[in-house]
């Protein structure tokens, strides 16, 4: 079993940055891939960005290609979503997930999630 807990949300402008980060508890973040899924008010949950369990690979939502990246630490037990260029669409609650596949970017494969991190762009 994994506890999972985020931190770094907050509010930003447009066009600013965040590091949102994953601590992991109980067991060892490299037993897992790892995933970013996000949820605006009103709407589904969706896929934002996911890390194979090595690190190697990544995949991430086209609407964020090129502005966010996924990395970790396997040394801090620590996942890590650098977020640039941030638009107000962006503005969601952040949930990072761990799941006992290499890499998925399916929200049901994923076995355990934190409790969220609220991120505001402003325009």
């Known amino acids: 079993q994994v506890q999972l807990v985020e931190s770094g949300g907050g509010l930003a402008q447009a066009g600013g940055s965040l590091r949102l980060s994953c601590a992991a508890s109980g067991r060892t973040v490299s037993r897992y891939g790892m995933g970013w899924f996000r949820q605006a008010p009103g709407k589904e949950r969706e896929f934002v960005a996911a890390i194979r369990r090595t690190g190697v690979t990544t995949f991430y939502q086209d609407s964020v290609k090129g502005r966010f990246t996924i990395s970790r630490d396997t040394a801090k037990n620590t996942t890590y979503l650098q977020m640039n260029s941030l638009k107000p669409e962006d503005t969601a609650v952040y949930y990072c997930?761990?799941?006992?596949?290499?890499?998925?970017?399916?929200?049901?494969?994923?076995?355990?999630w934190g409790q969220g991190t609220q991120v505001t762009v402003s325009s």
């Open positions: 997930a761990a799941t006992n596949r290499l890499i998925t970017i399916t929200a049901r494969e994923y076995d355990y």
